[in-house]
């Protein structure tokens, strides 16, 4: 059983950064390809990124500010978060998924990143 946890959350002002990690355990992170999403207070959870077979995809919404990265050696998916807007307030989830055909079927329990304006 593969288990996603998220870490690196928290409070920054707007125009700040910060770097969102998710470990992944039970199976080695090659075996998927990853994602990150994120749900706002009263909205429905939304897109942000991930890693597919020909390269990395973005919502227009942080396109440019956020980059995916990961480092299968450590296990480990990373969102980079530059220049934060009081908009990307949130819960991040990362999200696995074996095939970039495939929907999203394991979740990580999530991590609160709140931009105050």
């Known amino acids: 059983q593969v288990r996603l946890v998220e870490s690196g959350g928290g409070l920054v002002q707007a125009g700040g950064s910060l770097r969102l990690s998710c470990v992944v355990s039970?199976?080695?992170?090659?075996?998927?390809?990853m994602g990150w999403f994120r749900q706002a207070p009263g909205k429905e959870r939304e897109f942000v990124a991930a890693?597919?077979?020909?390269?990395?995809t973005y919502s227009d919404s942080v396109k440019g500010r956020f980059t995916i990265s990961r480092d299968n050696a450590k296990n480990t998916v990373y969102l980079q978060m530059n220049s934060l807007k009081p908009e990307d307030t949130a819960v991040y989830y990362c999200?696995?998924?074996?095939?970039?055909?495939?929907?999203?079927?394991?979740w990580g329990q999530g991590t609160q990143v709140t931009v105050s304006s």
């Open positions: 999200a696995a998924r074996e095939s970039y055909k495939d929907p999203f079927r394991n």
């Open positions: 039970g199976r080695s992170l090659s075996s998927y390809f």
């Open positions: 890693n597919n077979w020909n390269g990395n």
